[in-house]
Nanobody, 122 residues
Framework: QVQLVESGGGLVQAGGSLRLSCAAS????????MGWFRQAPGKEREFVAA????????YFENSVKDRFTISRDNAKNTVYLQMNGLKPEDTAIYYC???????????????WGQGTQVTVSS
C-alpha cells in the first residue's frame, strides 16, 4: 500500500500559477503510475493528468494539456502538477492517485490522497 499527501493548493488570480506536490510513503513509489484528478462542488471527480512509472509517458485532459505539466521524482517519492494560466473553471479539490496503469479512468487507481484545494478568482 501507499499513502499519498497533496500540498501546494491555494488561492490565485486568473492567469496565475501553482505547483501541486504529492508525497508518497513507502519504498515502491516507482512501481506505480500516478494521476491527478479534481472535483468541483456538485460535480464528479474528473481526470486531469497522468504519468507512467518511469515518467516517460504523460496524459492530459484536453482542457489543461497546454497549461499543465505533470512530472515525478522517484528518488523523492513525489509527483508534481505544474499549473499555469489558471482559469476560474480550474477551481476544485485536486487529488493525486496511485495505480497500476497510466490511465485516465478513476477506477484504474488504487490509492488516493486527501486532496488540496485550488481556488482561482476572476
Amino acid at each position: 500500500q501507499v499513502q499519498l499527501v497533496e500540498s501546494g493548493g491555494g488561492l490565485v488570480q486568473a492567469g496565475g500559477s501553482l505547483r501541486l506536490s504529492c508525497a508518497a510513503s513507502g519504498r515502491t513509489f516507482s512501481t506505480y503510475a500516478m494521476g491527478w484528478f479534481r472535483q468541483a462542488p456538485g460535480k464528479e471527480r474528473e481526470f486531469v493528468a497522468a504519468i507512467s512509472k518511469s515518467g516517460g509517458v504523460t496524459y492530459f485532459e484536453n482542457s489543461v494539456k497546454d497549461r499543465f505539466t505533470i512530472s515525478r521524482d522517484n528518488a523523492k517519492n513525489t509527483v508534481y502538477l505544474q499549473m499555469n494560466g489558471l482559469k476560474p473553471e480550474d477551481t476544485a479539490i485536486y487529488y493525486c492517485a496511485a495505480g497500476r496503469t497510466t490511465a485516465a479512468a478513476r477506477n484504474q487507481y488504487d490509492y488516493w490522497g486527501q486532496g488540496t484545494q485550488v481556488t482561482v478568482s476572476s
